[in-house]
C-alpha cells in the first residue's frame, strides 16, 4: 500500500479566506458564501475547514458517486456528475449528503431524516427511554428524527408501580423535546417530530402541549387525524377514543365531541402554528412502502418537516432538481420548459440517489465499527450498536430515497407563468408527472442491471393508489416492473430546501418567491466613509437601509430590457412599476390565495410517493374560521 502524499492530505483553510473565494463563486453573495461556509463546507470534529469553494465540495461528492458507479454496469463518469451539481445548478444534495460524503474527518450519517419506534409498542419506562436514547444518538450523527406517541398509556391509566396512575404522554413529550435541545452541532441543534394519533385518549393534551406549558420548545408536534374523526367533526357527531389505539379489547374508552377537539386544534394552529396536522389514513392509504408492513415497513410518523413519512428504523437522503435551469431562454417570449433534459437529468438524479443509499451504508458499517471498537462496557454501547444495525436492516431492503424539486416559483415566472393561476398549477403538475415517470423509469432500469430492492413483490403493491397512477399513465413501464422489479421501494418528496435555495438562488421547494424585493439594513462602522444613515436604534446605532433583490427577478429585469444599474438608487414609486410589470407581481408569499395553494399541493401530491413540505402563509390578522378551511380543504 503507497504512502498518502502531502498532496493527497487536504489543507486547512482560514473561515475568512473560504467566504472571499466563496463569495467570488456566488457572484458577489455575501449571505450564500456565510451559508455555504458554515453549513456545507468539509470540516473535521473540531470545525477546521478544508474547503474554498463549492466547487471543492462538488468535485468531492462527485468523485464518490464515480466511485460506487464503478461497481455497476454503464457507470456515470465523475465530470458527468460534476456538471450536474456545479454551481447547484441542476441537481442539489441536501444538508447530510452534502456535509458527508467523502468526509473522512467525522464518522456520521448522510440521511437527513429517522423514524424510530418499536415492532411490539413498548407502553414501559424502559421502551419511552430506549427511544430517548436512540433519538440522542442519531442527532449526534446529524439526522432528523421522528417518533410516535400513540404506544404510550393516557393519563390516569393504572400503572404496576409505585405511582399507581400514568402521568400520560406529556411529560415524555417535554423529555424528548428537551433532550433534541441538548444535541446540538456547530450551531445547528437536533430536530424532531412528535405525533400523536387522534384516537388517543390524551390527544386534547397534547395538542394543549406547546401551548400551555412553554416546555416544549425542542420539537415540532403533528397529530395524526382519521377519516372518521373529520367526518365526525364535520357532522358534529361523537368521536370513539381508546387505548392501546388499534385494539380489540382496548382497557381505556371515551366517545368525545368532535367538533369541540377539532376547533381545539384549529385555535392552536391559528395561535401558534401548531399543532401540524397529518391525515393519517391518505398517507397509509397512498404509501407504498405498507404495502410491506409483513417485512416491518408499517408507517408510524414522519421528519421533522413532515415530507416523508417513515417507518420505523427507516431512512431518507434527499436531492433536489432545481426547475429552473430546464427553462430555456427564461423569462422571454419563447420561453420553453426541455423535457427531455430533464427526464434525462433525472436518470442520472437516480442513480446518484442510489450510490448515496450505498455510501450510507458504508457510513452505517463505519458508526457501527466506531461503536464496537468503543472501550465503554457493551452494556452502556448495547442500544447505540443495535440501533444502527436496525438501521441498516431497512436501507438494505428497502433502498429508499427522497428525490424533489426546488426552484417552483421561478420555474413558472420564467415561463411567464402566474403562481397560483389554474395555468401555473396545471403546468406544475405536468412537470412533477414526468418526474415521477421519469424516475420509477430509472429505478426500474436500475433493478435490471443492478438488481431490484429485496422484498419487492409485484402482487403486494397491485391495490396501491400511486402504482395505480404510473400503470394508467406508463402501461409498458408497469410491466417491465412487474417484470424485473425496481430499485426503491418509495422514491419521491418535496422538502423545503430552505438554505440550499440560498446557494442556488432561487425560490425554494414548491413555494412563490417570498419577497420579490426587501430592505436590509447594514451597520455603519466610525470609520466609513460617504455613508448616510437611514435609521438610528435606541442605543444610538447607526444604520444604511438598502434594498435586496431577488436574483431572479434582477433576471427578467435585464431579459426585458430594464436598466438594472438604476437599482441602487432607484425611487420606491418607479421600483414598484418595475415589480407590478414582472411575473413576481401578485405572486409572492403574502398574495397567493390559500385555495390556490393547497388546491396547487393537491394535484402535485398525486405524483409524489412521500409527501410535500409546504407553508401556507396567511395574514397576522386571520380568522380562525379561514384556518379551519385551509385544513378541511387540505383533507378534502
Known sequence: MSKATKADTPQKVNYNDAVAESKKYFDGDDLAATVWVS??????????????????????VASEIERIEQKYPNPLPKEEVFALLDHFRYVIPQGGPMTGIGNNFQVASLSNCFVIGHKNPADSYGGIFRMDEEQVQLMKRRGGVGHDLSHIRPTGSPVLNSALTS?????????????????AQDGRRGALMLSLSIKHPDAERFIDAKVDTGKVTGANVSIKIDDDFMRAALAGKKYHQQFPIKSDNPKYEQDIDARKLWEKIIHNAWKSAEPGVLFWDTIIRESIPDCYADEGFVTVSTNPCGEIPLCPYDSCRLLAMNLLSYVDNPFKADAKFNFDKFRDHVYKAMHMMDDIID????KVEQIIGKIAADPEDLDVRRVELEL????????????RTGL??????DMLAALGLRYGTQEAIDFAVEVQKCLALAAYGASVKMAAERGAF???????????????RIREADPALYEEMAKVGRRNIAMLTIAPTGTTSLMSQTTSGIEPVFRTVYKRRRKINPSDVDTHVDYEDETGEKFQEYNVYHHNFVKWLEASGYDTSKLATISDAELNEWVAASPYHGATANDIDWVAKV?????????VDHSISVTVNLPNNVSEALVADVYRTAWE
Open 39 to 60: 453549513k456545507y463546507a468539509l470540516k473535521d470534529s473540531f470545525g477546521n475547514i478544508y474547503e474554498k469553494s463549492p466547487r471543492e465540495m462538488h468535485e468531492r
Open 167 to 183: 402521568t400520560g404522554i406529556v411529560p415524555f413529550m417535554e423529555r424528548y423535546s428537551n433532550s433534541t435541545r441538548e444535541v
Open 359 to 362: 455510501l450510507e451504508l458504508e
Open 388 to 399: 444502527w444495525k436496525k438501521i441498516r436492516e431497512m436501507a438494505r431492503k428497502g433502498r
Open 404 to 409: 424533489g424539486i426546488t426552484a417552483e416559483g
Open 454 to 468: 429485496p422484498v419487492y413483490d409485484a402482487a403486494k403493491e397491485v391495490n396501491n393508489p400511486m402504482i395505480a
Open 599 to 607: 388546491k396547487m399541493q393537491g394535484a402535485i401530491q398525486k405524483w
